[in-house]
C-alpha cells in the first residue's frame, strides 16, 4: 500500500492527537459561552433591580455644586428679619434697612453686600432695599406693602420656603442674629438710624487709618454727612456711642467705606 504501512501509523497517530487537542478546545469554548449566559442573565438581574445604575452612580463623579448668588442668601437673611419683625409697629423699610447694614458691619455677613451712602437716614443702599424687596415677595416668603405712612410687611403664602436656606446658610449665626434683634427691635425708627450712623461714621474713621475720639466722630456726623445730622444734638451722638460700647458694638474698621457727600455730588 501507499504510503508505506509505518507511515500510515505517523498519520493516525498524529490525527488522533490532534483531534484531542480541538476536543479541548471545543470544551473551553463550550464552558466559556455557558459562562457568558450566566453572566448575561446576571446583568439583567441586576439592571432591573437597579443595582447597576447604583455602582454606576457612585463611580461617576458629582458634578460640582453652583454657587449660590450672594445676592439670594442676603434676600434668605431679609426675610428671616422681616419674619421675626414684622408684627412690630416700628418695623419699616429704614429699620430693615440698619438691621441689614448692622448684619454686615457688626457680624460680618458679607453676603449682605451693601454699597452705602451717607443719606438723611444714615447709610443707606437704595439698590439693595430694592433688591431685597424684589426677591423676598417674588419667592412669596415676604410681602413688602408701600403706604401712605411708609413700607410695611407682611408674610407670605410661602413663608416656609426661607427656613431651610437660612438655616444652611446662617445657622452658625442664628444666635448672634437673635441678639442683635434683641438690641435694635425696641428701638423706635431714629434711634436705629442714630445708633446705625454712629456706628457707619466710627468704622469709617477707622478705615481710614484713624483712631478717632468721640469729638472726631460727632464732627463726622454733624458735618460730613446731611445737614439734617445737625438737629440732633453732639450729647445723644455721644450717649450712642457710649450705648455701642457697653453693648459691644464697637466697629472694627472692616467693610466699604461709606460715600461721602462730595462723592455723591460728583456721581462717583
Known sequence: PVPPLEQQNEIAQFLKDSLGLADQQIEKVERSVLLLGEYRAALVTAAVTGKIKALLTEATPKPAKKEVPAAFKRSVLAAYIADMLCDQPTFGR??????????????EIQEVAGNYRRDAAGPFDTQMMRSVHSQIEKQGWIAPVKGDMGWTYARGEKLDGYRDHFDR?????????????????PMKTQQAEIVSTAFAAWNDLLLEGKTPSDDDIVDLIRNDWTESKKAISEDRWCSALDWRR??????RGLGEHTKRKAAQRGGH
Request: net charge negative; glycine share 6%; aromatic share 8%.
Open 94 to 107: 429704614v429699620k430693615f434697612q440698619k438691621l441689614l447694614h448692622m448684619c454686615e458691619a457688626h457680624l
Open 169 to 185: 446658610y446662617f445657622g452658625e449665626r442664628k444666635e448672634a442674629l437673635e441678639d442683635l434683634l434683641a438690641l435694635i427691635t
Open 246 to 251: 457697653e453693648k459691644g458694638l464697637a466697629p
